[in-house]
């Protein structure tokens, strides 16, 4: 099978189909330009057909037993098994993801279907006392009915399956609109697992299109109940924006612009380790990456000459060659931007300690110091292989520091003394910190979400279950109620 040839096209009740829109979608390789795919938009009409055919068939499959439910993910994860080298190969390909990357991807995927695999027996009703006599109280939690899933470019099969299983073991129907860039690993890959699973058509749909194409159709139509979405902060702004005046509920996970902190106690070479993976993964295309290492100054010179030799080792390159940390990035307009960005940072009075090169859409390390307090590129997200090095001078300082910033999503600390780590952790303003670790984490069982502009609302575990669901109470009057009029 040719993941870009047989699954670049729309997916809508059930059939494999070529949009009706107005222009295509050009799906290329990042490292080489190779053209993957074509793919014809989808329409405002398809909009529709997508999300009235979830919501026939999801009634349906609401009333389906949670075990007949359990047994379509439980194939999923046997399909996605057997294809595991087909996605990373797929990941490779369309995002230029290293192979340390894709396998690492593809290994959470598998875990969040495992995550799904249970959810789907959790949900259950409740029966609660009443202070009236002969009235029982039941409180039933059932599926939303269908949700709109807007996935992005760098990590989209695992971001778009950690939505779509959960959501469809609890009984929903769901419509996927992958980010432009990725079209086939986070829309019609995921359609191809789950239509091999035996899930019943038209439960599931993959819209491949653009707001150019069919406006705000996707958040606004009537259907879904739920849109989840995760992207950049500028646009979840506005999809929570429209959602919240269609009384719908919005789940975003968005930019982050995290801080790696090492205190005057940390394992100088364990924290070095932590913050180059916590920085370079995937070039840095990471809403978790640390942005910013922040080092106690009388360990300064120690991390900064253990992690200048550490970046420098760092091979740039074909991202099919195993031995390379550091693939392409997305595309040309990102390469661009980061160079701006460097650019005004050195024009600031910024230092470059490394000073990586661009060719096309590689794009070399670069790590940069002495910035200004005030300087911009410190409280934004940057997405891409360049880390910034701040020194502090105390623990104060560094929290000071770590909670400049608009978004709050992750971040890490180093230290000696574990209970001083989670002190200091409890100080930051983000959903999520860990101590003695990197700033890059996801579990399947643990609520994964930011604070401020990285986002609203929570995934994993019990927060997918209150995200995808929702509660109703039906009480019931045994004896005879005494009314006052």
Not at 204 to 212: K, S
Not at 313 to 323: S, Y
Not at 327 to 347: C, M, S, T, W, Y
Request: glycine share 10%; with cysteine.
């Amino acid at each position: 099978m040719s993941f870009f040839t047989d699954l670049g096209r729309q997916y809508i009740d059930g059939q494999w189909r070529t949009g009706n829109g107005s222009w295509d979608i050009i799906d290329f390789n990042p490292y080489n330009g190779e053209k993957l795919a074509a793919v014809t938009v989808a329409s405002r009409f398809e909009v529709d057909e997508a999300y009235r055919a979830a919501e026939r068939v999801q009634k349906e499959w609401a009333e389906t037993s949670p075990y007949a439910r359990r047994a379509v993910i439980e194939r999923a994860l046997r399909v996605t098994e057997e294809l595991e080298d087909e996605i990373a190969d797929a990941i490779v390909e369309e995002l230029g993801g290293t192979w340390l990357k894709a396998r690492y991807e593809v290994h959470l995927a598998k875990e969040f279907l495992r995550e799904a695999i249970q959810l789907a027996l959790i949900p259950e009703g409740r029966i609660i006392a009443s202070p009236t006599a002969g009235k029982e109280n039941r409180l039933y939690r059932n599926p939303v009915g269908v949700v709109g899933v807007i996935s992005p470019f760098n990590f989209p099969f695992l971001v778009t399956m950690k939505s779509v299983a959960p959501a469809l073991a609890l009984g929903n129907g769901v419509v996927i609109k992958p980010n432009q860039n990725t079209p086939v690993v986070g829309g019609g890959l995921i359609a191809k697992i789950f239509e091999d699973a035996g899930l019943p058509p038209g439960l599931l749909n993959v819209l491949i299109t653009d707001i150019a194409e069919i406006g705000d159709a996707l958040i606004e139509h009537p259907v879904p109940k739920v849109i989840s979405f995760a992207g950049s902060d500028r646009v979840g702004q506005h999809v929570g924006a429209v959602t919240a005046a269609h009384f719908k509920k919005a789940i975003l996970q968005l930019s982050g612009n995290s801080a790696l902190v090492v205190l005057d106690d940390a394992d100088v070479d364990y924290a070095v380790d932590a913050a180059v993976f916590s920085r370079f993964i995937y070039q840095g295309q990471v809403c978790m990456a640390a942005n910013r290492i922040l080092v106690d100054r009388s360990l300064w010179d120690e991390f900064t000459g253990k992690f200048l030799a550490r970046v420098r080792a760092l091979k740039t390159g074909d991202p099919r060659d195993p031995e390379t940390h550091i693939g392409p990035v997305i595309n040309e307009f990102q390469a661009d931007a980061l160079g701006v960005l460097v650019q005004q940072a050195l024009d600031e009075g910024a230092t470059a300690l490394i000073h990586g090169r661009t060719v096309g859409n590689l794009v070399e390390p670069t790590v940069l110091t002495g910035l200004p307090v005030d300087s911009p590129i410190l409280r934004q997200e940057l997405f891409g292989p360049v880390a910034l090095l701040v020194p502090f001078d105390d623990e104060e300082h560094a929290v000071r520091i770590a909670n400049d910033t608009p978004y709050g999503l992750s971040g890490a600390v180093h230290t000696a003394d574990v209970e001083r780590g989670v002190r200091f952790a409890k100080r930051i303003e983000t959903g999520m910190m860990h101590v003695n670790d990197g700033t890059v984490h996801d579990e399947p069982f643990v609520a994964f979400g930011g604070e401020k502009h990285s986002g609203l609302g929570r995934l994993n575990g019990d927060a997918t279950v209150e995200a995808f669901t929702t509660q109703k109470w039906i009480s019931v009057q045994h004896g005879r109620s005494q009314f006052p009029l």
